[in-house]
């Protein structure tokens, strides 16, 4: 099913210029024009961009993402060289939850010092 970039758009959820951004950018390759230059997407389009949001949105760096784009691109012949690139981005997301947690931890203690805090001087007054 053909799909305009608004289209396009609302069901990412991303701007027409975070699309043209990716276009402009080599993120986005053959993607379809009608006979009066509007690009045209395809649900593996769709698929596509939405993966892409998916890594950027997990942290994953613009270069790093040009490079899984060029990689998408040259077709089944990279099919290993993606899996390696996704590997390494699924354990850098791993440390970055991991980090998280830690932090989480330590913002969670704070609340509980503070709540205790808060009530000792409760029962003082």
Known sequence: MPYT????????GVSIDTL???ERIGLLHGIERTTGGQRVFSDDDLSRIGL??????????????????ELL???????EQRVQLLAEHD?????????????QARV??????????????????
């Open 73 to 79: 691109h040259d077709g089944p012949d990279a099919a």
């Open 52 to 69: 892409l949001r998916c890594l950027r949105d997990s942290g994953m760096p613009i270069a790093r993402l040009r490079r899984f784009a």
């Open 91 to 103: 354990r850098e997301i791993d440390e970055k939850v991991a980090r998280l947690r830690r932090e």
């Open 108 to 125: 969670r203690d704070k609340i509980a010092w503070y709540r205790a805090e808060t009530a000792r001087l409760k029962e003082a007054q």
């Open 20 to 22: 043209r951004y990716y």
């Open 5 to 12: 970039p608004g289209e396009v758009a609302g069901k990412i």
